[in-house]
C-alpha cells in the first residue's frame, strides 16, 4: 500500500483489460491516476468504476495529434508526471496474404508511432525522477504464426527500452516495459475472431504454456506498480516477461 502516494500517473489503454486493472491498482498504491481510451462503452464505464477523481481522455492511440492532447490535458489536471504506463495497443493477428497497407499502417500506428509521440508529448511534464513502462508482448520473440505484424510491431517498441533508456536516463526517466504473455481478456473482440475461433485460438496457445493457464491483467499490473514506484529506482532498461514460461520453451 502507499508505494505511489501522491504520484502523478498516467495509463494508456486504461478503461480495459490490463490498463484498466493498472488503474486499479495505481489507486489502491495512492496515485493520482489518468486514463486514456477510444470506445465510448469502455470510457463510460471506467469512469463509474474508476471514480471522479481520476482523469479520463477519450484520445485515438495512433494519432500524433491526440498524443499532444493528452499531454495538455494530464498537464493541466496534474501539473506534471511521476509515471506513465503506455499501454495502448492494438492486436491483430491473421496470415500475410490478408493484410493490406490500410490495416498495416495502423497496427504500426497505435503501437509504434502513438507511444513514441506520446513520449515526446510527455518530456516536458516527466519530473526528475519519473519512470516510462512500455507494454511489449513476448511474440515479438516467440515467432507464433499469423503474428507477423502485430510481433513486428512489438519489437519495434522493445528497441525504445533500450535506447530511450540511455537518452533519457540523464534526466531522470527510467524506461522498463513489460511483456506479457497470453492474459485472460476477451481474445475474439482484440483479434476480430469469432467467439468459437477465440476459444480454439485460446485452448491451442494454453497447450503451450508451462504454467497451464492464461495470466491475469492483475499479474500485469502488480509488476507495472512495481516498476513505476521507487522501489525499482536501480531498474533501468529492463523488460519484465511475464507468460507462465511460454516464451523459454
Known amino acids: 500500500m502507499d508505494r505511489l502516494k501522491g504520484k502523478r500517473t498516467l495509463i494508456t489503454g486504461g478503461t480495459s483489460g490490463i490498463g484498466l486493472e493498472t488503474a486499479r491498482q495505481f489507486l489502491i498504491e495512492g496515485a493520482r491516476v489518468a486514463v486514456t481510451g477510444t470506445n465510448p462503452d469502455t470510457i463510460a464505464s471506467a469512469r463509474a468504476e474508476l471514480g471522479s477523481d481520476v482523469l479520463v481522455i477519450q484520445a485515438d492511440a495512433g494519432d500524433v495529434a491526440a498524443q499532444a492532447h493528452i499531454a495538455g490535458e494530464v498537464g493541466r489536471a496534474f501539473g506534471g ?4 504506463f503506455v499501454n495502448a495497443g492494438i492486436a ?10 490500410a ?3 495502423r497496427s504500426f500506428a497505435i503501437n509504434v508511432k502513438g507511444p513514441f509521440f ?10 526528475n525522477p519519473s519512470s516510462i513502462v512500455l507494454n511489449t ?5 516467440i515467432g507464433m ?3 507477423s505484424v502485430y510481433a513486428a510491431s512489438k519489437g519495434a517498441l522493445s528497441t525504445f527500452i533500450r535506447t530511450l533508456s540511455g537518452e533519457l536516463i540523464g534526466r531522470g526517466i527510467r524506461v522498463n516495459a513489460v511483456s506479457p ?3 485472460a481478456t476477451p481474445l475474439y473482440s482484440k483479434f476480430g475472431m469469432s467467439e468459437e475461433q477465440a476459444k480454439a485460438t485460446a485452448a491451442a496457445i494454453k497447450s503451450q504454456i508451462p504454467a497451464g493457464r492464461f495470466g491475469e491483467p492483475s499479474e500485469v499490473a502488480k509488476a507495472v506498480v512495481f516498476l513505476a514506484s521507487d522501489e525499482s529506482a536501480f531498474t533501468v ?9 511460454m516464451s523459454n520453451l
Open 118 to 127: 506520446l513520449v515526446q508529448a510527455l518530456l516536458p511534464l516527466l519530473a
Open 92 to 101: 491483430a493477428l491473421k496470415p500475410i496474404e490478408q493484410w493490406n497497407e
Open 237 to 245: 532498461g529492463s523488460e519484465l516477461v511475464i507468460d507462465g514460461g
Open 137 to 141: 508482448s513476448i511474440n515479438a520473440r
Open 181 to 183: 504473455g497470453p492474459i
Open 103 to 105: 490495416d498495416y499502417d
Open 81 to 84: 508526471l511521476d509515471a506513465v
Open 145 to 147: 504464426p499469423n503474428s
